[in-house]
C-alpha cells in the first residue's frame, strides 16, 4: 500500500531556530500534501495544503511567513518553522493524496508525524 | 463539510465489539462519511468510508442510517491494539482536505 515517510520523528531545537520536516511519498507520485498540526489531548489542525508545483494554501490563522512550506516534486514536500519558540512545540503530521485519488477519495495516505520541542 | 459529534470517550472490554456512534445531521447528499483512527503519537490511519449503504471490510463494518444524520463505526472484536482515537468526517469525495473533529477516545480493557 501506499506509504508516506516523516523525518524526522523528532526534533529538538533552540529557540530562535529554523527547523525543516520532510514528507515523502514513497511508492506514489502526491500531487497535493497536507500539513497538520497536533497539540498534546487536542485533535489534528489543518494547516496548510501543499500543491506541487504552486505556492501553498494556507488555512486561517496559520502565518505562511512563520511556517514555509516547500513542495517541489510530485514526491516530496516540507515544512519548515522558522524562528521557532516553545509555543510551536507539537506534533506535526504530513498527508500525501495519491495521484490517482484512490477509490473514491481514500487515497489519503498520513506520515508518522514529527514532534517537535522548543527549548 | 458538514459538522460531526462523537463522544469524548469510551470503554469496550476485549474480545467484545466496540460500537464508536457519530452524529451528523447536517449531512448534504453527496457527502461521504469516512472513518480515521490514531494509535498515540501516530500518523491517522484509515478504517473505513460509506455514503449510504453499510459497509464491511477487515477492519470494521460501518451501519450509517437511512437518513444519513448518524453512523456507527462496529469494532467486531476488540483488542487492546484498538485502544486509539476514532474520528469520524463527513466529506464531499471529490472534496481535497480533510477537517477532523475532536474524535472518540477508545479505550480497550483486558
Known amino acids: 500500500g501506499a506509504v508516506v515517510s516523516q523525518h524526522p520523528s523528532w526534533v529538538i531545537c533552540k529557540s530562535g531556530t529554523s527547523v525543516k520536516i520532510e514528507c515523502r511519498s514513497l511508492?506514489?507520485?502526491?500531487?497535493?500534501m497536507f500539513w497538520y498540526r497536533q497539540f498534546p489531548k487536542q485533535s489534528l489542525m489543518l494547516m496548510a495544503t501543499?500543491?506541487?508545483?504552486?505556492?501553498?494554501?494556507?488555512e486561517q490563522g496559520v502565518e505562511k511567513d512563520k511556517f514555509l512550506i516547500n513542495h517541489a516534486s510530485l514526491t516530496l514536500s516540507t515544512l519548515t518553522v522558522t524562528s521557532a519558540h516553545p509555543e510551536d512545540s507539537s506534533f506535526y503530521i504530513c498527508?500525501?493524496?495519491?495521484?490517482?485519488?484512490?477509490?473514491?477519495?481514500?487515497?489519503?495516505?498520513f506520515g508518522s508525524g514529527t514532534r517537535l520541542t522548543v527549548v | 463539510d458538514a459538522k460531526t459529534t462523537q463522544p469524548t470517550s469510551m470503554d469496550c472490554a476485549e474480545g467484545r465489539a466496540a460500537n464508536l456512534p457519530c452524529n451528523h445531521s447536517?449531512?448534504?447528499?453527496?457527502?461521504?462519511v469516512y472513518w480515521y483512527r490514531q494509535i498515540h503519537s501516530q500518523g491517522p490511519q484509515y478504517i473505513i468510508h460509506?455514503?449510504?449503504n453499510n459497509e464491511t471490510n477487515e477492519m470494521a463494518s460501518l451501519i450509517i442510517t437511512e437518513d444519513r444524520k448518524s453512523s456507527t463505526l462496529i469494532l467486531p472484536h476488540a483488542t487492546l491494539r484498538d485502544t486509539a482515537v476514532y474520528y469520524c468526517?463527513?466529506?464531499?469525495?471529490?472534496?481535497?482536505?480533510?477537517?477532523f473533529g475532536t474524535g472518540t477516545s477508545l479505550t480497550v480493557i483486558p
Open positions: 468526517i463527513v466529506r464531499v469525495v471529490s472534496g481535497n482536505q480533510f477537517y
Open positions: 447536517t449531512i448534504s447528499g453527496n457527502e461521504y
Open positions: 501543499s500543491n506541487e508545483g504552486s505556492k501553498a494554501t494556507y
Open positions: 498527508s500525501a493524496r495519491d495521484r490517482s485519488g484512490g477509490p473514491l477519495g481514500t487515497g489519503y495516505t
Open positions: 460509506g455514503l449510504k
Open positions: 511508492d506514489f507520485q502526491a500531487t497535493t
